[in-house]
């Protein structure tokens, strides 16, 4: 049976990290500056879509919308017991390298289907402008086969952090939230390829409004 609610345990930890690190570290050091928060739907299935450019990505995003999010994490560091249970908790789910994305999609479906909301980044992999320039269908086609909106969300500035330097920077950062995007309604190429670029263009659109 589907749930409209992450796990207890994982909600609760949640708020922990994110009151006692990351709003304070976005808010004070980053002088972060969140917009479009009340656009973000709290229970039910979630795709969060963004463009990826720092390490810190995946926190901010958590934080800024509210609820907890899923993101991919490397089969390898499940292998360790205690740290297993501990990103298991935080709603990351496991990826093997080299794998074809049929794992990575199930996992991401069974993330949906336990409560969560599941982060994606279009592009799949970090950019230094902070821009989508190669967007992936890999989020449109979990948001048809699960029914779930995507919501576009914008980080701005985050390519500075560890720009030059291997400690993090006080970069200003800004993140941006978009109204929530219905999901393709089948899994037709033509439809995922619509709605992703579609996705895009929201994302690049609040990324030029800058900080």
């Known amino acids: 049976m589907s749930r409209d609610r992450e796990p207890l345990i994982s909600l609760i930890l949640y708020h922990l990290f994110k009151w006692s690190v990351v709003s304070p570290l976005l808010h004070i050091y980053f002088q972060g500056r969140i917009y479009g928060a009340d656009q973000v739907p709290l229970r039910g299935p979630l795709v969060v879509v963004a463009n990826h450019a720092s390490y810190f990505d995946p926190p901010f995003i958590s934080n800024c919308v509210r609820r907890p999010v899923a993101w991919m994490a490397k089969e390898e560091l499940f292998q360790i017991p205690i740290f297993r249970t501990l990103i298991t908790w935080y709603g990351a789910y496991p990826v093997k390298r080299g794998a074809g994305d049929r794992r990575a ?37 979990i948001a048809a086969k699960a029914q779930a909106p995507l919501l576009p969300v914008c980080l701005w500035g985050t390519q500075e952090i560890l720009k030059n330097s291997p400690f993090p920077r006080p970069a200003p950062i800004t993140v941006r939230i978009g ?33």
Do not use: M, S
């Open 105 to 141: 999609l199930q996992a991401a479906l069974n993330a949906l289907e336990q409560g969560w909301a599941v982060g994606v980044f279009l592009e799949g992999t970090r950019t230094p402008d902070g821009r989508i320039h190669d967007p992936k269908l890999g989020a449109a086609l």
């Open 179 to 211: 109204t929530p995007i219905p999901p393709p309604p089948t899994g037709d190429r033509a439809l995922l390829e619509t709605v992703t670029q579609h996705c895009c263009e929201v994302i690049h659109h609040l990324h030029d409004l800058g900080r």
